[in-house]
């Protein structure tokens, strides 16, 4: 099971940026599909955004689309997730992950039967 570390969380007012990192150990070596997934108080996980490493594409939440960018830097084994133009709803905990299995596409944001990290809450309020 791979250690996924995130990072980048806080508290930022609506309308800011933030950007989250998530260390993916052995990126660089395996093939894998990554994204994001967040948990807001007292609602379902869903995904936000993930990577199908065989086509190289991404896809997005329709309630994120043009507001957050997921990309990797395979050489560093770090996965990211630019949010811009945050909304209080984007207020979660967010958690990354990443799995050989090929779970990625527009209807499946994340891989429910796998793993993810600790997650790092993220606070948009004024």
């Known amino acids: 099971q ?8 806080g508290l930022v007012q609506p309308g800011g940026s933030l950007r989250l990192s998530c260390v993916v150990p052995g990126m660089s070596l ?10 807001a108080p007292g609602k379902e996980r869903e995904g936000v ?4 490493d065989t086509e190289d594409s991404a896809y997005y939440a329709d309630s994120v ?3 957050f960018t997921i990309s990797r830097d395979i050489a560093k084994n770090t996965l990211y997730l630019q949010m811009n133009s ?6 979660a905990v967010y958690y990354c992950q990443a799995d050989h299995t090929p779970y990625c ?17 993220v606070t948009v309020s004024s």
């Open 2 to 9: 791979v250690q996924l570390v995130e990072s980048g969380g």
């Open 30 to 39: 395996d093939v894998y599909d990554v994204g994001w997934i967040r948990q």
């Open 49 to 52: 955004a993930c990577i199908d």
């Open 65 to 67: 689309k043009g507001r």
């Open 86 to 91: 945050l909304q209080p709803e984007d207020t």
């Open 105 to 121: 596409s527009s209807e499946t944001l994340y891989y429910k039967r796998g793993s993810w990290g600790q997650g790092v809450q």
